[in-house]
């Protein structure tokens, strides 16, 4: 816990962010992995309908994903304020309730999704061409939840006290254990894999995806278990310590359910895509699946940063170091700004090789390079709004980090695609998030410049 305050309070900015940012744009690269071998193992089929199967089901995945934010995110920016202030015992209780309340929610939202499956995935955009291979993807996430909820939630409260290489290890345990298990259990022995016959196979298609997926969250949560049975964190899993009260509910909610909301948002918008571009055939569906997947590695690279530096932006504020803190933004935003020019030139000269490595059909590869070239479009820049993002959920600024996740993935995005579906067709869909990532930005930018005023309040006298 020592070191960690060091790192807070002792090192320099540049060294600082490296320290906390560095495991968290290596657990994001490695999450990056983990979330693009779903769709390349079962691309290996050579099924489209088993890729789009995986695409439309990963909407309801991000429905886990945001209640682990939920309970991860608003613990980790608490945690750290709260570390920054002084108060451990109130660290503890956080943790106590992030945990329990994840497994909960978890065991809640699958029962929910196992049960009522079939009309679900009607629902979010499968066709009679896809829904076997959706059933048997969801199920199996459905039956794992409480882990995958549970792994998201607890990495992030790691992360909040200081310890990202920790947090770190636990969730690239949980992407490895995913990426060795899925061509086990996805292919058939004899299938090809990187011009080579598999010697061994389970032959579960996305089935297997599924409880690869699941069994990597049980290895996360399995070492994070062991983690704070060692002793060497200030977090608690004591039941005992579990309240709502002292303002706990409130301080979690506040910042995490803007981080929930982008994540519901994201998959609210994925699935009204898949909806309408279910329309213009399966093979659009796949495209746009494939294409996200792609994009994944500068924005979640660029998130990783944002993400990492968040606890140290929190401990400076509740520390009052308002100097120091915006000195480590402004250093994160330009980082970043280098990693998505850095990023986008190499995507844009090597697209349809990139579509390419997940399926070999001709139309999803046309497709698909004109969604990742749109997608794309926005990468130099869009990494300032994720440091600004997770900047106010550091700071606790909860209405603004709302603003931002209600617009990038909601009021802003959804408006625009049905504008520019109605105008310009297919093309219209394609550049639609593009469109509203650059609003976006401009956004976020407006907003620090009116809360920078009052930042100077929580400069010491």
Known sequence: MKDNIQVFEKY?????????ALPSMLSMLINIVYNLADTFFVGQTGDSNQVAAVSVSMPLFLLFIAVGNLFGVGGCAFVSRSLGEGKMDKVKSISSFCIYGSIFVGVILGIVFFVFKIPILYLVGASDNTIGYAVDYLQWVSI???FVVTAIAVGNLVRGEGAAKESMIGMVLGQLVNIVLDPIFILDKGDKLFGLSMPFGLDMGVAGAAIATVLGNVATVIYFLVYFLRGKSILSITPKRFTVKNGVFKGVVSVGLPAALNSLLMSLSNIIVNIVLVSFGDNAVAAMGVAMKANMLVVMLQVGLAQGVQPLIGYCF???????????????????????????AFYLIFRENVISMFIDNAEVVDLGVKMLTALMSPGPVIGIMFVLNFAFQ????????LILSIGRQGII???????MRATVGLEGIIWAQ????????????????????????????
Do not use: H, W
């Open 434 to 461: 593009a469109a509203a990532d650059f609003i976006c930005v401009i956004m976020s930018l407006v907003m620090f410049e009116i809360i920078k005023r009052g930042l100077k309040k929580n400069q010491p006298q």
């Open 413 to 419: 995005y959804i408006p625009l695609l049905f504008i």
């Open 394 to 401: 550091g700071m606790g600024k909860g209405v603004q980090s």
């Open 318 to 344: 509740g520390a009052r170091k308002v100097d120091r803190m915006k000195k480590c933004m402004r250093f994160s935003m330009m980082c970043n700004v280098i990693i998505g020019v850095f990023m986008t």
């Open 12 to 20: 320099s900015v540049p060294k600082a962010v490296a320290t906390m």
């Open 144 to 146: 794992g939840s409480p």
